[in-house]
Nanobody, 116 residues
Framework: QVQLVESGGGLVQPGGSLRLSCVAS????????MRWYRQAPGKERELVAG????????NYADSVKGRFTISRDNAKNTLYLQMNSLKPDDTALYYC?????????WGRGTQVTVSS
C-alpha cells in the first residue's frame, strides 16, 4: 500500500522556521522525483519545490527561493522541506507528491500557519 505521510506543520510567527517531512512507503522512493505543493484557502494548489530522484537537481517557486530548501534521504525514504523566514502568505496546506514514469502519489497534507 502506497503511503506518503507528511508531518512538521504547525503555527509559527512571521520570520520563523519549520521543517516538513514526508515519509514514503509502498513504492521505490529512490526512483521517483519528489515535490512539495501547497494550497491556501480559496486558491489553487501550487508547486513549491521539486527534487530529482537522486537529489541532483532542485527547483523552487519564485515566491520561496532563498527561503525554502528541499532535500531527500533515500536511505530513509524521506523528503524534507526546510522553511525559513516564513511569511503569512506561506500559510497553506502542504502536500508531498511523488512523480514516477507511470504513477503519481499524494499525501494528505500538513497545515502550516504563519501568524503573529
Amino acid at each position: 500500500q502506497v503511503q506518503l505521510v507528511e508531518s512538521g506543520g504547525g503555527l509559527v510567527q512571521p520570520g520563523g522556521s519549520l521543517r516538513l517531512s514526508c515519509v514514503a512507503s509502498g513504492f521505490i522512493f529512490s526512483s521517483y522525483g519528489m515535490r512539495w505543493y501547497r494550497q491556501a484557502p480559496g486558491k489553487e494548489r501550487e508547486l513549491v519545490a521539486g527534487i530529482t530522484y537522486i537529489g541532483g537537481r532542485t527547483n523552487y517557486a519564485d515566491s520561496v527561493k532563498g527561503r525554502f530548501t528541499i532535500s531527500r534521504d533515500n536511505a530513509k525514504n524521506t523528503l524534507y522541506l526546510q522553511m525559513n523566514s516564513l511569511k503569512p502568505d506561506d500559510t497553506a496546506l502542504y502536500y508531498c507528491n511523488a512523480q514516477g514514469r507511470d504513477n503519481v502519489y499524494w499525501g494528505r497534507g500538513t497545515q502550516v500557519t504563519v501568524s503573529s
